[in-house]
């Protein structure tokens, strides 16, 4: 039996000696396991990375960026101003449709392009922070690709490690482990090899190490026990990739103010055409047609053709702004929701600090002295 095989029997791994799940993972506390085993393992369960979402095609990238509710009654303006004009031919060429047309292709382009940007940037940042990981195979110490680690792994910790996969401590000298990014636990964790014997949550398993979390002190060794979408980090990344995606307040707004316009759109041409024909005198075919191609003329010069084009640079410039705070925003509607956020509560200062403590003011009996620049020692649960 597996050490995956004694979670599904409900005997979770912190709850065992080290012992026992050196032995139920086939691994050997000294030698670790063989290369041709890992690689056996590896193509049983699959790489140690969290599974990522199925790369979406462009051209339905570029669709999407025509969903909007007033993107639509400008695109149905577009339109019925080429049919005027097909029927007309007042003039060389449909200059209003093609105004229209030119305003909601211009701001299609601006977010597409500005989300394919923020997708290349995230996947720069995911190659340049590729993580290695220290391991014991065939009684050698080796460093590996991160995602190459399969469950019984014998891995290396030490401080400034970031922990690649969870894992059972075996060994453990003075380890201290930062936890926040998955317990919000802002002090650092002492860790132990005993097995317990109570039933714990993540954060009270102190014979365990986390997918995600850093090495604070100490050094130590331990047994992979979980890998990929298997670890308590995958476990929070497939819980948010089932949540159901929300639209912003102004996605939701300026869909409201589409349907209204719509219907004001409409009511504008019916009561123009039912009043001309009870005021006027309207006889024959020709001069009711005239009366409802005025009606329909008016109710497409009501459509603010400007309104998407302007919130899509303005979005645009808040973009900019967050890009030279270093901060990649992937959707435009995204910058929208940080100036909606009227309260933010949380009961943890190292789940929203930048978890560090940075010396601001040098106060002596002669003065004080302000002091700039960026943390130069982290310091857990203490905000910059």
């Not at 009654?73 to 004009?85: C, Q």
């Not at 009270?204 to 331990?222: E, I, K, V």
């Not at 707004?253 to 009870?278: N, P, S």
């Not at 003011?361 to 700039?372: D, N, P, Y």
Request: hydrophobic share 50%.
């Amino acid at each position: 039996m597996t050490g995956m095989d004694a979670q599904q029997d409900g005997v979770q791994p912190y709850r065992q000696a080290a012992a026992e799940v050196l032995a139920g993972l086939g691994t050997d506390p000294q030698r670790g396991l063989s290369e041709a085993e890992a690689q056996r393992r590896l193509a049983r369960h699959g790489r140690n990375e969290l599974a990522g979402e199925k790369p979406v095609p462009a051209w339905r990238k570029l669709l999407a960026q025509f969903q909007d509710m007033l993107v639509i009654l400008l695109l149905a303006a577009a339109l019925v101003s080429a049919t005027l004009w097909l029927i007309e031919r007042d003039a060389a060429l449909p200059y209003e449709a093609m105004a229209i047309l030119a305003v909601v292709l211009l701001n299609a382009a601006m977010g597409y392009f500005q989300r394919a940007r923020a997708e290349q940037a995230v996947a720069a940042l995911r190659q340049m922070s590729a993580a290695q990981a220290r391991v014991v195979r065939d009684g050698a110490q080796r460093s590996i690709p991160a995602a190459e680690l399969v469950p019984g792994d014998l891995i290396l910790v030490e401080e400034g490690d970031t922990i690649p996969a969870d894992a059972r401590i075996v060994h453990s000298a003075a380890l201290q482990t930062a936890e926040a990014a998955l317990t919000g636990e802002s002090l650092p964790v002492p860790k132990q090899a005993e097995a317990l014997a109570v039933e714990a949550g993540p954060g009270d398993r102190a014979n365990m190490l986390f997918s995600g979390t850093a090495a604070a002190y100490g050094h130590g060794r331990a047994v992979v026990t979980a890998t990929g979408m298997r670890t308590e980090m995958g476990r929070i990344a497939g819980m948010l990739k089932s949540a159901p995606e929300e639209r912003t307040p102004l996605q939701r707004e300026l869909d409201r103010v589409g349907r209204m316009l719509g219907t004001i759109v409409i009511a504008i041409a019916v009561v123009m055409v039912g009043t001309i024909l009870l005021v006027e005198d309207v006889r024959g075919a020709r001069a009711i047609f005239d009366v409802l191609i005025l009606g329909v003329a008016l109710a497409v010069a009501a459509v603010p053709e400007g309104l998407p084009a302007v919130v899509t640079a303005v979005l645009s410039v808040g973009v900019q702004r967050m890009a030279r705070r270093k901060a990649i925003v992937r959707h435009l509607a995204a910058v929208e929701t940080l100036g909606s956020a009227d309260v933010i509560a949380s009961d943890k200062t190292g789940t929203l600090t930048r978890n560090e403590m940075t010396v601001r003011r040098v106060v002596t009996a002669s003065g004080s002295v302000e002091v700039e620049g960026p943390a130069t020692r982290p310091w857990a649960g203490c905000g910059a």
